[in-house]
T-cell receptor
Framework: DAGITQSPRHKVTETGTPVTLRCHQT?????MYWYRQDPGHGLRLIHY???????DKGEVSDGYSVSRSKTEDFLLTLESATSSQTSVYFC???????????FGPGTRLTVL | GENVEQHPSTLSVQEGDSAVIKCTYS??????FPWYKQELGKRPQLIID?????GEKKDQRIAVTLNKTAKHFSLHITETQPEDSAVYFC???????????FGKGTKLTVNP
């Protein structure tokens, strides 16, 4: 499982509240990613990071921000959650030089 | 940017039959094509991948073929078993980046 954990695993929150999801890895991988998964849409990239404090946007970044202050942690923040952000969120890491990505266990977020 | 189309969206086969899932991509600079299997409620798991310097790769009952000229690649599963039932995703690396773009998935059902 490439040493990836996500927390929380499940969260229910209300519209307008801030939410932060955490991805933690233990193997010092440089690249980390946040995806959301919705029925009929597959996996869509939200943001990714290519090093500490180095991040960039993916295809569905509106309404999300990220931070990476240390190699092992990549945080995804919803500043003001909306019902359209109800989804399953997966973190992934990329093994250097291989392009291969491995996924964390996922976080199921429900925004009421 | 890269665009990946995946077909069919659902596939039902009898146990022992073969299953084929096809994907097309748009970025001629793409050079890495992984396939993931996702069981219900679980994370996507890498099952096989192929790079653009080869045309075919096999691993026991699964194989992937790549046609760079036509920009399409396919997953072949032979002698299907009920435990092959899952959603399968293809992906392509966006040229010059470490970002994967995913197809929307194929739900494979293997009937006993």
């Amino acid at each position: 499982d490439a040493g990836i954990t996500q927390s929380p695993r499940h969260k229910v929150t209300e519209t307008g509240t801030p939410v932060t999801l955490r991805c933690h890895q233990t193997e010092n991988h440089r690249y980390m990613y946040w995806y959301r998964q919705d029925p009929g849409h597959g996996l869509r990239l939200i943001h990714y990071s290519y090093g500490v404090k180095d991040t960039d946007k993916g295809e569905v970044s509106d309404g999300y921000s990220v931070s990476r202050s240390k190699t092992e942690d990549f945080l995804l923040t919803l500043e003001s959650a909306t019902s359209s952000q109800t989804s399953v969120y997966f973190c992934a890491i990329s093994v250097k030089g291989q392009n291969t990505q491995y996924f964390g266990p996922g976080t199921r977020l429900t925004v009421l | 940017g890269e665009n990946v189309e995946q077909h069919p969206s659902t596939l039902s086969v009898q146990e022992g039959d073969s299953a084929v899932i096809k994907c097309t991509y748009s970025d001629s600079a793409s050079n890495y094509f992984p396939w993931y299997k996702q069981e219900l409620g679980k994370r996507p798991q890498l099952i096989i991948d192929i790079r653009s310097n080869v045309g075919e790769k096999k691993d026991q009952r699964i194989a992937v073929t790549l046609n760079k000229t036509a920009k399409h690649f396919s997953l072949h599963i032979t002698e299907t078993q009920p435990e092959d039932s899952a959603v399968y995703f293809c992906a392509a690396i966006q040229g010059g980046s470490e970002k994967l773009v995913f197809g929307k998935g194929t739900k494979l059902t293997v009937n006993p």
